[in-house]
């Protein structure tokens, strides 16, 4: 079966230290990966995607993600987390016109 | 700003009431997906509509009916639900670029069922 996961629940981290969050993927092929973030009472918003090229993805915020093919991980990093990072992160994956989203992981960076 | 928006953001219906979330977006996408997401679970993709036809239904319940008149409009319809269909409610269209499809969702309609 298909599917992404994301082995935390919750990542702790204080502020002004990098922060990595977590996501291995199961999709058949080479499917597109994909960090979306998600602040309280909101929709969830696009942060970067993997398609080819450079394993190491930038994206909005200051994110990047990196693509390691051999562990079929796509881990979220950021060199200095911000007290306003602090949201639910959501890796996907996509193939086959079809997503397949992780359960989520909750950020909190502490001032 | 993704270009969709959500009506309405908050509803509480009992369990005998019938509603509708509404989804629109105006960048011509051809192509929306409403998605349910419940607390401590993945996304789950519940209708595709591509062309205003729906070439995808992941085996959802009957009390949720989905109506796509146009290209900018998305409903979904809700019947007789039950309290377990409480969950964040999101519709997204892709963003149209050959073979990404990447994905940029509406605020969201936050439904609970007393």
């Known amino acids: 079966a298909q599917s992404v996961a994301q082995p935390e629940d919750q990542v702790n981290v204080a502020e002004g230290n990098p922060l990595t969050v977590k996501c291995t993927y199961s999709?058949?092929?080479?499917?597109?990966l994909f960090w979306y973030v998600q602040y309280p009472n909101r929709g969830l918003q696009f942060l970067l995607k993997?398609?080819?090229?450079?394993?190491l993805v930038k994206g909005s915020y200051g994110f990047e993600a990196e693509f390691n093919k051999s562990q079929t991980s796509f881990h979220l990093k950021k060199p200095s987390a911000l007290v306003s990072d602090s949201a639910l992160y959501f890796c996907?994956?996509?193939?086959?016109?079809?997503?397949?989203f992780g359960s989520g992981t909750k950020l909190n960076v502490k001032p | 700003e993704t270009g969709v928006t959500q009506t309405p953001r908050h509803l509480v219906m009992g369990m005998t009431n019938k509603k509708s979330l509404k989804c629109e977006q105006h960048?011509?996408?051809?192509?929306m997906y409403w998605y349910k997401q419940s607390a401590k679970k993945p996304l789950e993709l519940m209708f595709v509509y591509s062309l205003e036809e729906r070439v995808e239904n992941n085996s959802v319940p009957s009390r949720f009916s989905p109506e796509c008149p146009n290209s900018s409009h998305l409903f979904l319809h809700l019947h007789t639900l039950q309290p377990e269909d409480s969950a964040l409610y999101l519709c997204a269209p892709p963003d149209g670029e050959i073979c990404t499809d990447t994905q940029y969702f509406g605020p969201g309609t936050r439904l609970t069922v007393l």
């Open positions: 960048l011509g996408h051809n192509a």
């Open positions: 999709v058949s092929g080479n499917p597109y």
């Open positions: 996907a994956g996509y193939n086959f016109n079809k997503f397949y």
């Open positions: 993997y398609i080819t090229g450079d394993n």
